[in-house]
C-alpha cells in the first residue's frame, strides 16, 4: 500500500521560511518523479515544483522562483521543498504527490497523493 505524508507546514510571519518534507513508502520512490501542489481555499490546485526522479532536474512555477527549492533524497524516501521569503499570497494546502510517468505542473498526471500540510502566512 503506497502512502505519502507530508510534513512540515504551520503558521509562519511573511518573509520567513518554512521547509515542507514528505516521505513516500510502499513504492519505488526513486522510479517516480515528485511535486508539490497547494490549493488555497476557493482556487484550484496549482503546481508549485517538480522534481524529476534522479533529482537531475527540477520545474518551479513562476510565484516560486528564486524564493522555492525542491530537492530529494531518494536513500530516505523523501522530497524537500524550502520556501523562503514567505508571502501571505503563499497560504494554503500544500500536497506532494508522485508521478510514475514524467515531471509536471499539472496535477493530471500524478499517481498518488497525501493528504496536505497547511501553511500559513501572516503579514
Known amino acids: 500500500q503506497v502512502q505519502v505524508v507530508e510534513s512540515g507546514g504551520g503558521l509562519v510571519q511573511a518573509g520567513g521560511s518554512l521547509r515542507l518534507s514528505c516521505t513516500a513508502s510502499?513504492?519505488?520512490?526513486?522510479?517516480?518523479?515528485m511535486g508539490w501542489f497547494r490549493q488555497a481555499p476557493g482556487k484550484e490546485r496549482e503546481g508549485v515544483s517538480c522534481i524529476t526522479s534522479s533529482g537531475r532536474n527540477t520545474y518551479t512555477a513562476n510565484y516560486g522562483q528564486g524564493r522555492f527549492t525542491i530537492s530529494r533524497d531518494n536513500a530516505k524516501n523523501t522530497v524537500y521543498l524550502q520556501m523562503n521569503v514567505l508571502k501571505p499570497e503563499d497560504t494554503a494546502m500544500y500536497y506532494c504527490?508522485?508521478?510514475?510517468?514524467?515531471?509536471?505542473?499539472?496535477?493530471?498526471?500524478?499517481?498518488?497523493w497525501g493528504q496536505g500540510t497547511q501553511v500559513t502566512v501572516s503579514s
Open positions: 504527490a508522485a508521478s510514475s510517468f514524467a515531471c509536471s505542473l499539472l496535477p493530471g498526471g500524478f499517481d498518488y
Open positions: 510502499g513504492m519505488t520512490f526513486g522510479a517516480y518523479a
